[in-house]
Nanobody, 124 residues
Framework: QVQLVESGGGSVQAGGSLRLSCVAS????????VAWFRQAPGKEREFVAA????????FYADSVEGRFTISRDNAKNTVYLQMNSLDPEDTAVYSC?????????????????WGQGTQVTVSS
């Protein structure tokens, strides 16, 4: 069983930055695919970014490409999401997730473990 705990959310003005962290405990985090998803009120959960176990593959949603960066520190069992040039459209609850393979990395139903989420609010 893997437990994921996110932190780093908050309120920021448009154009600002935040860095989210997700710490994993249990399981084999170092060989897992990790991803960030987000869900805004009244909307479906949306893929944000994913990273393979060794960092060799990283993919981003078009809406965040060039502004967000996913990274991981396997020694600390932690995945990060650096978010720059934030826009009010980025307001959502951000959740990290992990699974054992890379297949379907952008599909939330493919993930086995989820954190509780952290709120990000961007004001104009």
């Amino acid at each position: 069983q893997v437990q994921l705990v996110e932190s780093g959310g908050g309120s920021v003005q448009a154009g600002g930055s935040l860095r989210l962290s997700c710490v994993a405990s249990g399981g084999r985090f170092s060989i897992s695919t990790v991803a960030w998803f987000r869900q805004a009120p009244g909307k479906e959960r949306e893929f944000v970014a994913a990273m393979s176990w060794n960092g060799g593959m990283r993919f981003y949603a078009d809406s965040v490409e060039g502004r967000f960066t996913i990274s991981r520190d396997n020694a600390k069992n932690t995945v990060y999401l650096q978010m720059n040039s934030l826009d009010p459209e980025d307001t959502a609850v951000y959740s990290c997730a992990t699974k054992s393979d890379w297949y379907g990395y952008a599909r939330p139903e493919r993930y086995d473990y989820w954190g509780q989420g952290t709120q990000v609010t961007v004001s104009s």
